[in-house]
């Protein structure tokens, strides 16, 4: 496992989960400006992360430390609610448009009520992704083991703050 994790990585499983043709007809550096944005606005999200994930250096877009598999899913889904909000607050999706040679009106209320459930069933998902990730994680043989044994740690336990990695 490497030492960093590039933003590209992210980015990657992002585009893996979205369908945008606007991404693919925009500059390599149009479509990272874009893409950046929605990674920088998903972080958020992430609400108790096991690594310091404000931790990168954005001259080289990658991270300080190495994000597991999950984080970098994570942010990735997060990034996906950020992008579908985008979308609910496009100026094409309020304004209300004709259509058809007898100029009926299309149903923009209906389509954004359908991208308000859609971004609420992607919240939903990442929060249960968060709730996994938080109850589990790989102890010294690389085994998936529950995170319950740590309820009982007094709060404040410097070893779990930002600094403990399990290895795997």
Same mark, same amino acid.
């Given at each position: 496992?490497s030492d960093t994790t590039? *933003?590209?990585?992210?980015?990657?499983? *992002? *585009?893996?989960?979205?369908?945008?043709?606007?991404? &693919?007809?925009?500059?390599?550096?149009?479509?990272?400006?874009?893409?950046?944005?929605?990674?920088?606005?998903?972080?958020?999200?992430?609400?108790?992360?096991?690594?310091?994930?404000?931790?990168?250096?954005?001259?080289?877009?990658?991270?300080?430390?190495?994000?597991?598999k999950e984080e970098i899913?994570?942010?990735?889904?997060? &990034?996906?609610?950020?992008?579908?909000?985008?979308?609910?607050?496009?100026?094409?999706?309020?304004?209300?448009?004709?259509?058809?040679?007898?100029?009926? *009106?299309?149903?923009?209320?209906?389509?954004?009520?359908?991208?308000?459930?859609?971004?609420?069933?992607?919240?939903?998902? $990442?929060?249960?992704?968060?709730?996994?990730?938080?109850?589990?994680?790989?102890?010294?043989? $690389?085994?998936?083991?529950?995170? &319950?044994?740590?309820?009982?740690?007094?709060?404040?336990?410097?070893?779990?703050?930002?600094?403990?990695?399990?290895?795997?």
């Amino acid at each position: 496992m490497s030492d960093t994790t590039s *933003f590209s990585e992210i980015y990657e499983v *992002f *585009f893996s989960k979205i369908t945008d043709d606007m991404y &693919m007809e925009l500059e390599r550096e149009d479509t990272e400006k874009l893409v950046g944005e929605l990674f920088v606005n998903a972080l958020h999200w992430f609400e108790f992360p096991r690594v310091d994930i404000y931790d990168y250096d954005s001259d080289t877009s990658s991270y300080n430390i190495s994000l597991s598999k999950e984080e970098i899913n994570i942010i990735a889904h997060y &990034m996906i609610v950020e992008w579908l909000g985008q979308q609910l607050a496009s100026v094409e999706n309020t304004r209300m448009k004709y259509s058809g040679s007898d100029f009926e *009106f299309t149903s923009q209320a209906n389509h954004m009520q359908k991208l308000q459930s859609m971004k609420k069933d992607w919240e939903r998902i $990442g929060f249960h992704l968060q709730r996994l990730y938080k109850r589990r994680e790989k102890d010294n043989e $690389g085994k998936v083991v529950p995170t &319950m044994s740590h309820l009982m740690e007094p709060y404040g336990f410097e070893e779990r703050a930002y600094t403990r990695r399990p290895s795997g």
